[in-house]
């Protein structure tokens, strides 16, 4: 292969927006700096769109006091897409890459936005166009293949723990059962985050349920009698995708109109559907007079002043390598290898093909789930605390001697 290409490059960020998503679009622009091979950075306003409308913004001109400012700012600050481009979609692209002799292209996203890098550096190979896409991944599902976690996770497992510490001690405060589906179609990491923050053998999230496990709904109910009845309360997680034991999701069985998204999946996330229904089975065949429900929705992604710092420093971390892996390697896509546990937690970055990551999603695996199917093992708190950084004691009272 011939010497690194002296041309332009192209950042987008596509997909679910993350609170560290920013992170890894300033590591691009930090690292890009350094390398005297790429001349101009262009950041894709609102990811393959902005590409096709040649809607750019010059990022080498952005103050170090606003590339800060960015790296600790949730959500896209490019703006994102869901479109999820075909050959015909990847052919334009490719067009306004040699146009504007953009030879380098980093795609921070999920699993959809791999394969979009793939497709585009199969295509310039195929015309002899030198090209080198490296995918940058994100995703709170952190349901990517070959890393060991998807920057995003951490800061979204931090909200979720957090979330359910104060979801627990209201329910202390006011017994009853309380509801929270949580994000997460096919993977259950987030909603097994929910346990992250338990400190006292009663504390709650006292069910967990992920789409990995199927669940009756006379199993649920069951669960749920057998814990308020030992408790006089009951705080209950559920991902967003569970599903009955016929392997359709609850949702698509109780919802008589299904909504789909870009990609043509049942829109699960933000309807709040699941969860009505979930407590309304409880108040009716349990006859349980104080039910809540809430759906985190989009809530976990972005929400301000809540990044883990570990995650932030990963993320970054991928930006960086994916342009230092550029100036070697022709495409990849970034991984996480996991080299320490405990107190001695640390990654390496390694860089995979492009096609072991492009449209292939994976589940949490079994030794992280109890046999039951409900809950989940030691090993998943081992795995996910360290991403998440320190959370928050928390005191009750009512746990105390009476005198």
């Known amino acids: ?3 690194t290409p002296k041309a332009n490059a192209v950042v987008g960020q596509s997909g679910g927006p993350t609170g560290v998503i920013n992170a890894s679009l300033v590591g691009v622009i930090e690292e890009v700096c350094k390398h005297n091979e790429i001349e101009n950075l262009y950041g894709a306003i609102n990811a393959v769109q902005g590409i096709i409308r040649e809607d750019f913004v010059d ?15 949730p959500s896209s600050a490019l703006g994102s897409s869901r479109d999820k481009p075909d050959k015909k979609y990847c052919g334009r692209i490719l067009e306004v890459f040699k146009k504007r002799n953009v030879r380098y292209f980093f795609y921070i996203g999920g699993n959809d936005s791999a394969n979009t890098a793939h497709i585009i550096n199969l295509m310039a190979a195929e ?17 990517l293949l070959v890393t060991d976690h998807c920057p995003g996770f951490g800061t979204a497992a931090k909200f979720v723990a957090s979330a359910l510490m104060g979801d627990d001690l209201d329910n202390r405060a006011l017994p009853g059962i309380k509801i929270d ?22 504390d709650g999230p006292h069910l967990v349920y992920v789409p990995e496990r199927p669940i009756s709904m006379d199993k649920f109910l069951g669960d749920v009698d057998g814990i308020y009845k030992k408790l006089g309360r ?14 359709k999701t609850w949702t698509e069985k109780i919802t008589k109109e299904n909504e789909k998204d870009a990609h043509g999946n049942i829109q699960l996330s933000g309807t709040g559907a699941l969860a009505d229904f979930l407590s309304g089975q409880i108040r009716g065949k349990l006859g349980a007079k104080r039910v809540r429900a809430d759906t985190f929705g989009y809530l976990q992604r972005s929400f301000v002043g809540f990044q883990s710092s570990i995650d932030v420093d990963e993320a970054r971390r991928c930006g960086r390598e994916a342009v230092k892996f550029s100036m070697k390697e022709q495409s990849g896509s970034v991984a996480m290898e996991r080299i320490g546990e405990g107190e001695d937690y640390a990654v390496k970055l390694i860089c995979t093909e492009l096609r072991n990551v492009a449209e292939k999603t994976k589940s949490m ?3 992280f789930i109890n046999a039951d199917g ?16 320190e959370l928050q004691r928390t005191y009750f009272l009512g746990n105390y001697p009476r005198v």
């Not at 990022?59 to 700012?73: H, N, P, R, T």
């Not at 589906?181 to 009663?202: H, I, P, T």
């Not at 009951?234 to 392997?247: L, N, R, Y």
């Not at 998943?380 to 605390?385: G, L, Q, S, T």
């Open 181 to 202: 589906c949580v994000m997460g179609r096919n993977a259950g990491f987030l909603a097994a985050a929910a346990v992250l923050g338990k400190q006292r053998d009663d």
């Open 374 to 389: 409900n809950g989940v093992t030691e090993a998943f708190i081992n795995y996910a605390m360290p991403l998440t950084g």
């Open 234 to 247: 009951c705080v209950i997680v559920v991902s967003e995708g569970i599903c009955d034991v016929d392997g």
């Open 59 to 73: 990022l080498k001109k952005l103050s170090i006091e606003v590339i800060e400012g960015v790296a600790s700012c």
């Open 365 to 367: 695996p079994d030794e």
């Open 127 to 143: 015309v002899g166009y030198e090209m080198r896409a490296f995918h940058i991944p994100k995703t709170i599902d952190n349901d």
């Open 1 to 3: 292969m011939a010497g």
